[in-house]
């Protein structure tokens, strides 16, 4: 069964630095692309990034383009994203999800997908 568990959330100050993991159980994370996305209180899920299978190619929304950066480690089955530069409205709670080469253009997770994690938190706030 597919699971995917998100960590490395926090509280940070606005400037600060978080990297946040997407370990992956139950199938080889490399077959997918992934996606990171998030959401904010009162607001819908959104794209932040996502990394193609195979370590391929990589998307930014533009609000975080510049600051973050995914990465995956297929050794580890572990996506992650490395966020700089943290603004306020950058808080939410980000979770990872599967998506495929053709959807991680458009920063969407696989269609109906529904079995989201519990997420983590990032705050920004001084």
């Known amino acids: 069964q597919l699971q995917l568990v998100e960590s490395g959330g926090g509280l940070v100050q606005p400037g600060g630095s978080l990297r946040l993991s997407c370990a992956a159980s139950?199938?080889?994370?490399?077959?997918?692309?992934i996606g990171w996305f998030r959401q904010a209180p009162g607001k819908e899920r959104e794209g932040v990034s996502c990394?193609?299978?195979?370590?391929?190619?990589?998307n930014y929304a533009d609000s975080v383009k510049g600051r973050f950066t995914i990465s995956r480690d297929n050794a580890k089955n572990t996506v992650y994203l490395q966020m700089n530069s943290l603004k306020p409205e950058d808080t939410a709670i980000y979770y990872c999800g599967p998506s495929t080469d053709t959807l991680c253009a458009l920063l969407k997770p696989i269609y109906g997908y529904d079995t989201w994690g519990q997420g983590t938190q990032v705050t920004v706030s001084s």
């Open positions: 990394i193609k299978s195979y370590g391929g190619r990589t």
């Open positions: 139950g199938f080889t994370l490399d077959y997918y692309a």
